[in-house]
């Protein structure tokens, strides 16, 4: 057995995100987004699920934050819903929304936990997506204007600011793939789309800045690890066009202010392009105080043509996978972030989202056994610490996620939380993920 110890700054917190969770759609003076109207279309969403109750955190938030500080975290990710704060997207500000944020901010801070606030994870207005939603300039100078009243009303009590959740997820899987809200299937569209996110985070940044809000401001994005299964440079060009679509193509604009050339080339074969207006590439790589990343699971593959978009065909190699599908393979967790710290140099790495999918219930002693989850963290934390020890700038870990909540396409059917929501009657039960977490923080490490 050893022991791993992290350094005594680290960052333990959890992660949520206001659709997921908050409920209460059609309250507090709160607009609609593009999920309610998605989640109402069928056959969008697993059993027809929608976010109108969720776990009813709107309600719940003190209950939900009494379950953090029990829980030992230093930190608390969830997000802001754009359409509680301007129901039309612009225009008029709801003080309501404003007050419920200041509240569970207050709350947080009141028990010791810093409040990480993403800006965007998801609920665009349904009102600009009827105006063209994240395909048309216009919807950068409104959430500009959403950010700028969300930083006046909460800059200094909030020292952690994230623009965007996974702009991959926003673009691509909503707007190629058609799996998430709008849920379009048009390369030239989510090409369009990424590239508005990514100057719309350059230009939050840049207000961030000129208003001289204290605190700090970074952007999230997910990686997937896929490496070549063997090492013919046809598997190693496929491998690298698949992890780069994921992973360089929003971090290289972001870090590096430029777009991989390999990528931009594959994307023209194919009717594609970024649109790029004279100014936006200095304006997306604006220095930033960290870089949020997202992880899950990684694969192997190989090349095969017309297969899939990049010619590349996953290999299976025997991996346990988690109830959503995905593989469980740490390793690729340490690979990814040295990755990162290889190609992108020193800038701070906050893992804003790590954590598995497993769907166990209560057992007849009414606790819930979740040891699959615990051995995901087990093995991921281990991977972080190894990052650490190898000189990776890792300074903080939130898992995914605090409570069992609306999965997107998913719907409910997919738990992801270390706290058990019962969706009758909306109580909270912590798992034994909860436990082991806990302990991790208090000890700020663990036995392997
Ligand atoms: O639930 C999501 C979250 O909203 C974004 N990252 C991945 C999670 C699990 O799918």
Redesign the pocket.
């Known amino acids: 057995m050893a022991r791993l110890d992290f350094p005594k700054d680290f960052v333990w917190g959890t992660?949520t995100?206001s659709y997921?969770i908050e409920g209460a759609a059609n309250e507090g003076g709160r607009g609609p987004s593009i999920w309610d109207t998605f989640s109402r279309t069928p056959g969008k969403v697993v059993n027809g699920d929608t976010g109108d109750v969720a776990c009813d955190s709107y309600h719940r938030y003190e209950e939900d934050i009494a379950l953090l500080k029990k829980l030992g975290v230093k930190a608390y990710r969830f997000s802001i819903a754009w359409p509680r704060i301007l129901p039309q997207g612009t225009g008029e500000v709801n003080q309501e929304g404003l007050d419920y944020y200041g509240r569970v901010i207050d709350k947080l801070i009141e028990a010791g936990i810093e409040p990480c606030v993403t800006l965007y994870?998801?609920d665009l207005p349904q009102a600009l997506q009827d105006q063209g939603g994240w395909g048309v300039r216009s919807t950068i100078d409104a959430f500009v204007r959403y950010a700028e009243i969300v930083f006046q009303a909460f800059g200094g009590k909030v020292k952690q600011w994230i623009t965007f959740?996974?702009t991959w997820?926003i673009s691509f899987l909503s707007n190629y793939l058609g799996i998430h809200a709008p849920g379009h299937r048009d390369l030239q569209l989510a090409m369009t789309v990424a590239h508005h996110c990514l100057v719309a985070h350059g230009r939050t940044v840049r207000k961030f800045r000129e208003m001289g809000v204290k605190g700090e401001i970074g952007t999230t994005h997910?990686l997937a690890w896929c490496e070549p299964y063997t090492d013919s440079p046809e598997d190693v060009a496929a491998a690298q066009r698949t992890r780069g679509w994921n992973n360089e193509w929003f971090m290289d604009p972001t870090l590096k202010g430029t777009y991989p050339q390999f990528l931009v080339d594959w994307f023209k074969s194919k009717g594609a392009e970024a649109p790029i207006q004279p100014g936006d590439m200095e304006t997306i790589a604006q220095k930033i105080d960290f870089i949020g990343i997202?992880f899950?699971t990684g694969n192997y593959g190989r090349y095969r043509k017309d297969f899939g978009d990049f010619d590349y065909e996953e290999v299976q190699v025997g991996f346990d996978r988690t109830d959503?599908g995905w593989n469980v393979y740490p390793e690729s967790l340490f690979k990814a972030l040295k990755w990162v710290h290889d190609t992108y140099g020193e800038i701070p790495i906050y893992i804003t989202?790590n954590?598995a999918?497993y769907n166990d219930g209560p057992s007849p002693d009414g606790k819930i056994h979740d040891e699959k989850r615990i051995d995901y963290y087990r093995m991921h934390f281990t991977q972080c610490h190894r990052a650490i020890a190898s000189g990776v700038p890792l300074k903080g870990y939130f898992a995914?996620?605090l409570l069992d909540?609306f999965?997107?396409a998913?719907g409910y059917a997919?738990r992801?939380g270390i706290v058990y929501t019962n969706y009758e009657t909306l109580t909270r039960t912590p798992k034994d993920s909860y436990y082991f977490i806990q302990k991790v923080i208090a000890e700020s490490g663990l036995d392997v």
Do not use: P, V
């Open positions: 992660a995100a997921q994870h998801w959740n996974e997820c997910n997202n899950y959503i989202e954590g999918c995914w996620s909540n999965e997107w998913e997919m992801f």
